[in-house]
């Protein structure tokens, strides 16, 4: 079950703040979250595994709500270097691994 | 550790051909996947390796296309008589065994049926 992600695409001055959530309808395990360029491979950016964990390195951080199966992956003052496209994937119990439908975030100077 | 590393890196074919694309994966990772990723869309998962067995096949994958990875190393996947929708990025990923276990992407191979 692919997991549902918002928005699907945003548009951001340098320094500004956005927030983008991944939500499954099944119970999650796990998150991952990527960041793709285009022409290039998913970067990993970071793992969640329990409930109400929250991880973060830089200005990039996410949360995981367990019991809304969601996750929200929050980036702070924004560099130009963010911009790409941004893929959770999830993990439920006993299913494989699946990849969102991805956000895309631009960052404008 | 020098990554993930796929080869090639691009391929043109025509309808009917059969095509195949090699995956060297981290070394000491125990698990291989394979994904297919088509423009503006995420990696759509196709099959995946632990060791040298394969554990799990999407069902969206046609009869045509086949994995091996015979010594639990190298993984190739091969496209017979590819299809112009077959035309896509192809990623492979590795990872240590376990959930939660990050994957790491090769920089995929650019497929391109004509």
């Known amino acids: 079950q692919q997991p549902v992600q918002s928005p699907q695409a945003v548009i951001l001055r340098e320094g500004e703040d956005a927030v983008i959530n991944c939500s499954s309808s099944k119970a999650l395990y796990s998150v991952h979250w990527y960041r793709q360029k285009h022409g290039e491979a998913p970067i990993f950016l970071m793992i969640?595994?329990?409930?109400?964990e929250q991880k973060g390195h830089d200005k990039i951080s996410a949360s995981f709500n367990e019991k809304k199966q969601q996750s929200s992956l929050y980036l702070t003052a924004s560099q130009l270097s963010y911009s790409g496209t941004y893929f959770c994937g999830t993990e439920n119990y006993g299913q494989n691994f699946v990849f969102g439908p991805g956000t895309r975030l631009s960052v404008l100077p | 550790d020098t990554g993930v590393s796929q080869d090639p890196r691009h391929k043109i074919t025509k309808r009917g051909q059969n095509v195949t694309f090699r995956c060297d994966p981290i070394s000491e990772h125990n698990r291989l996947y394979w994904y297919r990723q088509t423009l503006g869309q995420g990696p759509e998962f196709l099959t995946y390796f632990q060791n040298e067995a394969q554990l799990e096949k999407s069902r969206l994958l046609s009869d045509r296309f086949s994995a091996e990875r015979p010594k639990g190393s190298f993984s190739t996947l091969e496209i017979q008589r590819t299809e112009q929708g077959d035309s896509a990025m192809y990623l492979c990923?590795?990872?240590?065994?376990?959930?939660?276990?990050?994957?790491?992407f090769g920089p995929g191979t650019r497929l391109l049926v004509l």
């Open positions: 990923a590795s990872s240590r065994t376990g959930t939660a276990e990050t994957q790491y």
């Open positions: 969640l595994l329990k409930g109400g």
